[in-house]
């Protein structure tokens, strides 16, 4: 198989193209599996779906390595030897699936990326401390439990929605407001489901999409695991996000 192309001013021979699509596959397919602690009895598709959970069809990396994939199978299943592969991979899809390598091999994870010491509220705690402590940290997210209960993520915005609340049925009598509990202020979050727990190896590209693609999603809690009732190891918001993205 001696025959070549060139593109982008280089002298590509079939072989190069063939060799080069396979290792970068066989690359990312090693990495993923090591990823996700899956020994070979998982397929790679099964491990795009790990990695991209939903399977966004706006994800162009997850649906560019499913036609990969079939790509893959086609050279190696029909292939009648070393020297007469049934298929060729273009220049543009060698350079894609390379380019997609070199991604996923400097990812970024949420650990250690936004690794830090969570402030957390109990649902007993008054609006009084809840003031205090946005004023002393600068922090307008905090994850809430009741005990050692998660019970949701109290926000900037769901305060202030209850505030305003409250002036409108009362007028300027505000006697008492500082020691209404977190837990009432809590029922005013305008999307309780503002916040989701992820794992600590989730990529940062992938936290991006979750942002992005869910309007009413603020705030990602980092777990062992992505479990509410694992410690919290960090949390991110969508400025934290974006800003390192």
């Known amino acids: 198989m001696d025959e070549c192309v060139r593109f982008a001013g280089e002298e590509l021979s079939f072989a190069d193209l063939v060799g080069r699509f396979e290792a970068a596959f ?3 397919e090693q990495l ?11 397929s790679f598709v099964q491990l795009l779906e790990m990695e991209w959970p939903g ?8 649906r560019d390595l499913r036609r990969f994939a079939d790509l893959r199978n086609t050279l190696v299943h029909n292939r009648i030897d070393r020297d007469h592969d049934f298929a060729i991979p273009t220049p543009r899809t060698v350079l894609r699936i390379e380019a997609i390598l070199n991604d996923l091999g400097e990812v970024k994870l949420a650990i250690p990326l ?3 010491q969570v402030e957390t ?30 019970a949701g993520v109290l926000t900037r915005r769901g305060i202030l929605k209850w505030l305003a ?12 407001l500082r020691s209404v509990p977190v837990g009432v202020l809590l029922q005013s979050e305008e999307h309780p489901e503002n916040h989701r727990f ?7 590209m992938k936290m991006g999409e979750m942002i992005d693609h869910q309007p009413g999603l603020e705030t990602l809690l980092i777990t ?17 996000i974006h800003a390192a993205i």
């Open 26 to 28: 066989n690359s990312i």
């Open 32 to 42: 993923l599996r090591s990823r996700h602690n899956e020994d070979n009895r998982v």
């Open 55 to 62: 399977r966004n069809a706006k994800n162009t990396v997850y």
């Open 114 to 116: 936004f690794q830090r």
């Open 121 to 150: 509220l109990q649902t007993i705690d008054t609006l009084e401390q809840v003031l205090n402590r946005i004023n002393q940290t600068g922090i307008t997210q905090f994850p809430v439990y009741a005990d050692e209960t998660f």
């Open 165 to 176: 609340s409250v002036g409108l049925n009362h007028g300027t009598d505000c006697s008492g």
């Open 198 to 204: 992820i794992p600590r190896n989730t990529p940062l």
């Open 224 to 240: 062992q695991n992505g479990k509410p009732t694992e410690k919290l190891l960090g949390i991110a918001n969508r400025l934290d």
